[in-house]
């Protein structure tokens, strides 16, 4: 079975061509999730956080599930349509690279769980696609 830090690096590979910025953390409250956006240049985006937010190993032993949170950063205009298009666009970009279907990569399984606007730093827009990374036989 792939390790933590292999399949965010694999998340990584997949997007990196997409986003200027794709960054690992392990926020686990909006507070810490905002100090990574703080962190961030604001000219390196759109970025995507990659966090591993939970998993469990199912009662066989021999089948993981993880949590998985991508985290999509782009700047927040207010009274800006286009501003709100692009954060959408982009939203979609990342959606694609994670469709309904299953994806696999290094006999990981990926399956999209949904999408929402995530809180964080007035100044940033946004959104969250959670995804279910299954393992194992």
């Given at each position: 079975?792939?390790?933590?830090d292999?399949?965010?690096?694999d ?44 998993g ?18 782009d ?63």
């Open positions: 079975m792939r390790t933590l292999e399949i965010a690096g998340i990584k590979a997949r997007i990196a061509d997409e986003f200027p910025t794709v960054r690992f953390s392990t926020a686990g409250n909006s507070p810490q999730l905002i100090n990574e956006i703080k962190a961030m240049s604001e000219a390196k985006l759109p970025a995507v956080v990659i966090v591993i937010d939970a469990e190993v199912t009662d066989s032993k021999r089948k993981e599930v993880l949590n998985i949170t991508l985290v999509l950063i700047r927040f205009i207010a009274g800006s349509d286009e501003r709100a298009l692009s954060v959408w666009r982009n939203l979609a970009r990342l959606r694609t690279l994670f469709p309904p279907d299953v994806t696999e990569i290094n006999n990981v399984y990926y399956l999209p769980n949904r999408f929402y606007t995530a809180a964080g730093d007035p100044r940033y827009a946004s959104f969250a696609l959670e995804l279910e990374a299954h393992q194992g036989v």
